[in-house]
């Protein structure tokens, strides 16, 4: 809007009501302006900050004043990281945890999405309401009697414990999600191969599954988020053979002198895989995000 | 690719409708629907209603998990509830909570909902808010530990950064150790808790603002209604189910909170920032008094499905 066409238009309907409404309109363009500005700044400048520390000597970090850019020339705790086996691993053991964790999801909430979807049965209420409930129960709750039964089944400080607790967290938020996706799509889809004789593994398989990929993209992009960033079940049911990243990071704040520069090196090299997943597929995923929460 | 599927596959008779052979296919879908959700309902049995069962049983027995040699194992009635009622750190870890999750909730709503309008405004243009809105996600996406750590840093006592920018605009703040300190800690607990967790909230209410009719608003506009009216009386209306569905899956999920708190105090200073997640935890595997964790972890649990009953109603409405 240019000054000559926003003048023009002020002489040929020149109502005070319009007139308050167009400046008013002027006013709340330019606090929007300002108010992203600084809500992206409120987001973004510790996460610039933890960034830029990584770069910075231990010494450069704690200095007073903080010193903004000066000597980001020290790459060593990436270095290290890549030469320090601990720190290696619980990256092998995030990644084989957290894809494992994404898979099992996928598979156990494409099935149920689609019984709770497409099928009419007896108890379909009582499950639907069920599998909303559970994911109001407090993990704090369930890590009790966990260290009790992993004990019990030799599951403690392995992957299966932890894997298994993992799909506890993910899987009724994932059901919900698929069950909402499956019901955008038209049945008519579905009964017409039915009226052939497909079955209903052969209709989910061939006929929903291959137009449902956002869905499960979505599905994929939050189970794999929440595994790779839990920390409750992994502080509490692993101690040495597997060590997931968050565990092994905040093994960095629990020392007396603390490693500062390793430990922000550490998170953002920890945080490039769900941030790489979510920029990759940002659209689908938030797409079905708010399917499972926000309907219609 | 389907239609060459469905024609390779030999001819089915069609089926005949009678009433025999409707049941007789509505046992077959019964079936089936059980059979996929098979995993989901071993998953929920196995590794959530009986280890619930067991957390509740536990509350109700003299010890668990460690082997106390020459003394059997009994039910003590309420006993476990009774202790945990006379301890005044239980009581006051309940206040707390509250206050911790209230305030979260409260804030969440406040950021979310604030941010989305700024996004949903017409000033950006598509690239530009896509690209805010990313930005504004940010925090979301990291995990919890990391969190701590930055914001452990940034508050640091003598050297932080947070210090450094208030004084330097003038307030007084050198010094002052934010997370250290009994009348600090908890409203700096809250600020961390909020900013890594309001972005859940905004992306609900940016779908939820999405559905608002355009046209609506401007016609409201020209009728010369301002901002604020056409936010309470177009908007609002709208988003108040999602809003409402969204705050109370937010309170359980925050009444719950346990890393956040166990990361950036432990529960101190002096019990200040102590939370029911944080007191079960140090009973349980600190104190090692399991069978006063599981009552205190019984009772969040209780709080949560009371909670979700209300969560689940209010979801009902949306989809109504």
Known sequence: ?296 | MTQATVQSRPAVPPQVTTVVGKRRRSLRQTLTAYLFLSPSLLIMIGLMFIPIGTVIYYSFINYAIVDRPGRPQHLVGLFNYRQLFQDPNFLSSVWHTLTFAIASVAFHLLLGLGFALLLNSEVLGRVAKGMFRTLIILPWLFTITIVVALWRYLLLDPNGVVNFLLHSVGLPTQGLAWLGQTNTAMATVIFVNVWAGYPFFMISMLAGLQGVSGELGEASQIDGANTLQRFWNVTWPHLRPIAVSMCILDLIWNLQNFATIFLLTGGGPVNSTNVLANYTYTTAFFNQDYTAAAGSAVIILAISLVLAVFYARSRRALDR
């Open chain 1, 1 to 296: 809007m240019t000054t000559t066409t926003a003048e023009a238009s002020k002489r040929v309907e020149a109502t005070p009501a319009a007139r308050r409404a167009r400046r008013s309109n002027r006013v709340v363009k330019f606090w929007t302006a300002l108010g992203l500005l600084v809500s992206a700044a409120f987001a973004v400048l510790p996460l610039l900050w933890m960034f830029l520390s990584s770069l910075k000597p231990n010494t450069e970090i704690l200095k007073n004043p903080p010193s903004l850019f000066t000597s980001l020339s020290s790459f060593s705790a990436y270095k290290h990281l890549f030469n320090d086996p601990s720190q290696l691993d619980a990256f092998r053991d995030s990644y084989i945890i957290a894809i494992t964790v994404t898979l099992l999801t996928i598979i156990i909430a494409v099935c149920a999405g689609f019984a709770l979807s497409r099928c009419d049965f007896p108890g379909k209420p009582v499950v639907t309401t069920v599998v909303i409930g559970v994911q109001s129960v407090p993990p704090i709750s369930l890590v009790i009697p966990y260290l009790g039964l992993m004990t019990t089944l030799g599951l403690y400080d392995s992957y299966t414990g932890l894997i298994l607790t993992h799909i506890v967290l993910t899987f009724p938020y994932a059901i919900v999600m698929m069950t909402a996706y499956f019901d955008t799509l038209p049945r008519t889809l579905d009964e017409a191969a039915r009226m052939d004789g497909a079955s209903s593994l052969r209709i989910l398989w061939q006929i929903l599954l291959p137009i449902s990929l956002p869905g499960v993209v979505s599905v994929g992009v939050y189970t794999f988020m929440l595994s790779w960033n839990e920390f409750l079940f992994a502080l509490m049911l692993t101690k040495q053979n597997v060590r997931t990243v968050p565990i092994r990071i905040s093994l960095f704040i629990g020392q007396n002198a603390v490693d500062w520069q390793g430990m922000f090196a550490m998170s953002i090299i920890g945080s490039v895989p769900v941030l790489l997943l979510f920029l990759a597929f940002q659209r689908y995923f938030l797409g079905g995000l708010t399917a499972g929460s926000v309907k219609g």
